[in-house]
């Protein structure tokens, strides 16, 4: 199994996160902010939460257009751009990617890349290898 502490890089961006919403700016959910808190707080994810991470940067990759999101852009930081610190920003992008990739082939769950599948809106599905182990997978709402 896969070191599931975050990083240093990625409690940078989650504080730059803090530090941006204390400022009033705006971005990020309620889920933002609790993943925030988890990936400062230094304590291991748990697996769930590093598929649904990886799930969220597939997603939201798009944001990465936006302007605003680079600095000297007019807008900086944009919405998006808060948002994406909240989840450990470029670094915990990669992270998580490698880590639910490694969780899933684990669990005998297919790479969506391998497949030709798109992370939304079907993440939740489960893109199971073998089919005994579906009775191991349910999302609960």
């Given amino acids: 199994m896969p070191d599931l502490t975050p990083t240093e890089a990625m409690r940078e961006e989650a504080q730059r996160y803090r530090n941006w919403k204390a400022e009033g700016r705006r971005g990020g959910t309620s889920v933002a902010a609790r993943r925030a808190g988890q990936i400062l707080s230094g304590d291991p994810l748990s697996e ?3 598929i649904a991470m990886a799930a969220w940067f597939a997603r939201h990759e798009v944001d990465k257009q936006g302007e605003g999101f680079s600095p000297g852009e007019d807008g900086y930081p944009s919405p998006g751009r808060v948002a994406w610190a909240a989840w450990g920003g470029d670094p915990g992008q990669r ?8 969780i899933k082939a684990d669990r005998g769950i297919a790479r969506m890349e391998d497949q030709g599948a798109r992370p939304y809106p079907n993440e939740h599905a489960a893109r199971l290898v073998d089919p005994e182990g579906f009775d191991r997978f349910r999302r609960v709402n």
């Fill in 95 to 102: 992270w998580a990617s490698e880590r639910a990739d490694s």
């Fill in 48 to 50: 769930e939460t590093v």
